[in-house]
T-cell receptor, first 113, second 115 residues
Framework: AQSVTQPDIHITVSEGASLELRCNYS??????LFWYVQSPGQGLQLLLK??????LVQGIKGFEAEFKRSQSSFNLRKPSVHWSDAAEYFC???????????FGAGTRLTVKP | EAGVAQSPRYKIIEKRQSVAFWCNPI?????LYWYQQILGQGPKLLIQ????????DSQLPKDRFSAERLKGVDSTLKIQPAKLEDSAVYLC?????????????FGEGSRLTVL
């Protein structure tokens, strides 16, 4: 079965600084990869997804992520963080041959003024 | 367009009591999921419905958890009897296609505390 590892439990960045959240996955075939964001007291919202094709995908709110098969990674990036980006970020992996989408444990982002 | 609705938002019960959570997915979405999110962990799939049929319930603790989706719309998740380790947020999500190809739309969750 597929699995996801998010190595960083908590990250703090200053407003305006760049951001990279790490995600590593384990799956034998081509994975479907997702990043979701969860604001306090809210449900999860999809930021972006990768199925195939261009390995650099653009999402909402200025986020992008790059799929690197050789590193089994799908890191999330943003060039300039805004205070409203403070939230919990979840990487997830799905597979074509089952219906289960596995989520990582999440990375909590704190934005300093 | 209305989002995924869940109730109640918060519930506190004592162990061995029962509890039920309700979910109303986005209109027209055929696929409905229940996830359990324990504090500090990512969501874990409990059960997936396609219309009113179960697609995957392999991670549902069937000795105490049950779920149904009558008429392929609303769904109810029940826990009976509850254990301390069931304290978590129960997330309902829906999608118009299977989760691995489509976007999942999540409700705000139902937070359960078992004392």
């Amino acid at each position: 079965a597929q699995s996801v590892t998010q190595p960083d439990i908590h990250i703090t960045v200053s407003e305006g600084a760049s951001l990279e959240l790490r995600c590593n996955y384990s799956y034998g075939a081509t994975p479907y990869l997702f990043w979701y964001v969860q604001s306090p007291g809210q449900g999860l919202q999809l930021l972006l997804k990768y199925f195939s094709g261009d390995t650099l995908v653009q999402g909402i709110k200025g986020f992008e992520a790059e799929f690197k098969r050789s590193q089994s990674s799908f890191n999330l990036r943003k060039p300039s963080v805004h205070w409203s980006d403070a939230a919990e970020y979840f990487c997830a992996v799905g597979a074509a041959n089952n219906n289960d989408m596995r989520f990582g444990a999440g990375t909590r982002l704190t934005v300093k003024p | 367009e209305a989002g995924v609705a869940q109730s109640p938002r918060y519930k506190i019960i004592e162990k061995r009591q029962s509890v039920a959570f309700w979910c109303n997915p986005i209109s027209g979405h055929a696929t409905l999921y229940w996830y359990q999110q324990i504090l500090g962990q990512g969501p874990k799939l409990l059960i997936q419905f396609q219309n009113n049929g179960v697609v995957d319930d392999s991670q549902l603790p069937k000795d105490r958890f049950s779920a149904e989706r009558l008429k392929g719309v609303d769904s109810t998740l029940k826990i009976q009897p509850a254990k301390l380790e069931d304290s978590a947020v129960y997330l309902c999500a829906s999608s118009s296609r299977g989760g691995f190809t489509g976007e999942l739309f999540f409700g705000e969750g139902s937070r359960l505390t078992v004392l």
